[in-house]
C-alpha cells in the first residue's frame, strides 16, 4: 500500500519549504528615497507586487502563484529584485513539518487518519458517472485506481493532484526556489512567517465531510485532465501580473476548498499569523519583503483588504 509523505500529502493545501539565508542590517531609507523605489519598480516587469509604508518603514507585498509552475520555468525578478535590494528580510509562508513519530503513526494509522477502514474503497462511494472518470484520470497520470482505493477521499483527491503535477513535470516550489536564490544572491535571510505541525492539519483532513469529499474528487479528476495544457498559461498569466487570469483558474478549486473544514481552518490561520507578521514588520525600521500567495493577498477581507481598512495606501495593481 503507497502511503503519501506528511509534506506531500499537504503539497496541494500548503505548499512550502523552509530555505536557509544570509542576514543583513539595512539603513533606514529617506521618504525621498521610497518615492523613487515605488517609481521605479512600477516600471518593471514581473509579477504582482504592491508597496505599504510609515514614515519610517517600507513592506513590498510580492504575490507567489498559489500552485507549482513548469519545470525550468523562468519569470522576470527584476521588480522583485529591487524590491529585495537594501531589504533586512524576506518573510515566506508557513512551513509544515513533521517526524519520524508523525510518519509511523500515518504508516500504522490505527484510527484511519489517512486510509478507510478494511472493506472500504474511494470508488465504492462513488457514482457511476464520477467513478468512470475517476479511473480515467488515474491512467491519464499513469496510475491504476486501486493505487488510491484505500486512503480516504480527500487524501485519495490530493494524491492524484499531486500525481498530476508531477505528470506535468510542475516544479511544487511556485517561484519560491527562483526567488530564495535572487534573495541569497542580495545577501538577504529569509524566514517563514509561521511554522505548523503537519500531523495536525493531516488530522483535521479525516474530518472532511462526504459532500465535499466528491466536490474534491471531481476537482482531483478535472485536474488531471486540463494541468498538461493549462500550466504554462497559468504560469505566464502570473509572471506577468495578470491577477484576474490567476484568480479565474484558481476560483475553480473553491468547490473544494471552501468545504473542507480544515482547509478553511488553514486559510484562515495563514490570513491571522500573515497579518500579525504584517503589523510587526510595519513597526520595524527600514524595508522588508512579504511573500504570500495570490490568494491570501488579494481575497476579500485578505491582507490587502486589511492594510487597506487600517488608513494604509497601498500601492500596486488593482485587486478588488
Known amino acids: 500500500m503507497n502511503v503519501p509523505q506528511p509534506r506531500a500529502v499537504l503539497a496541494a493545501v500548503l505548499a512550502s519549504l523552509a530555505w536557509p539565508a544570509l542576514a543583513q542590517e539595512p539603513p533606514v531609507p529617506s521618504p525621498s528615497t521610497l518615492v523613487e523605489e515605488v517609481e521605479v519598480i512600477g516600471r518593471l516587469p514581473g509579477p504582482a507586487l504592491w508597496r505599504v509604508s510609515t514614515p519610517t518603514s517600507q513592506i513590498w507585498l510580492f504575490a507567489l502563484p498559489g500552485s507549482g509552475l513548469p519545470r525550468g520555468f523562468k519569470w522576470n525578478d527584476a521588480r522583485v529584485a529591487k524590491a529585495l535590494d537594501g531589504a533586512r528580510e524576506l518573510v515566506l509562508p508557513p512551513v509544515a513539518s513533521g517526524g519520524f513519530g508523525d510518519l509511523m503513526a500515518l504508516l500504522l494509522d490505527p484510527g484511519h487518519i489517512i486510509h478507510l477502514p478494511s472493506g472500504q474503497t474511494v470508488r465504492s462511494n462513488l457514482p457511476a458517472d464520477l467513478r468512470a472518470r475517476w479511473e480515467d484520470a488515474a491512467r491519464t497520470v499513469g496510475q491504476d485506481a486501486a493505487h488510491y482505493d484505500h486512503w480516504r477521499p480527500v487524501i485519495a483527491a490530493l494524491a492524484l493532484m499531486l500525481d498530476a503535477d508531477k505528470k506535468a513535470r510542475l516544479d511544487p516550489s511556485g517561484g519560491r526556489a527562483q526567488l530564495m536564490a535572487l534573495s541569497r544572491t542580495l545577501h538577504v535571510k ?131
Do not use: H
Request: contains cysteine; proline residues 4%.
Open 190 to 320: 529569509g524566514r517563514p512567517v509561521a511554522g505548523y505541525r503537519a500531523m495536525d492539519l493531516i488530522k483535521g483532513l479525516a474530518d472532511t465531510p462526504e459532500a465535499a469529499s466528491q466536490a474534491c474528487l471531481r476537482l482531483a479528476v478535472d485536474t488531471a485532465q486540463t494541468t498538461q495544457d493549462d500550466t504554462l498559461k497559468a504560469a505566464e498569466a502570473w509572471a506577468r501580473g495578470d491577477i484576474d487570469a490567476v484568480r479565474a483558474r484558481n476560483d475553480r478549486s473553491a468547490e473544494c476548498l471552501g468545504a473542507v473544514p480544515e482547509v478553511v481552518r488553514l486559510r484562515d490561520r495563514v490570513a491571522a499569523d500573515s497579518a500579525k507578521n504584517l503589523k510587526e514588520e510595519l513597526g520595524k525600521p527600514g524595508k522588508a519583503v512579504v511573500a504570500a500567495d495570490l490568494d491570501t493577498l488579494t481575497r476579500k477581507g485578505g491582507l490587502l483588504d486589511q492594510l487597506k481598512a487600517e488608513g494604509l495606501e497601498v500601492i500596486g495593481p488593482a485587486w478588488q
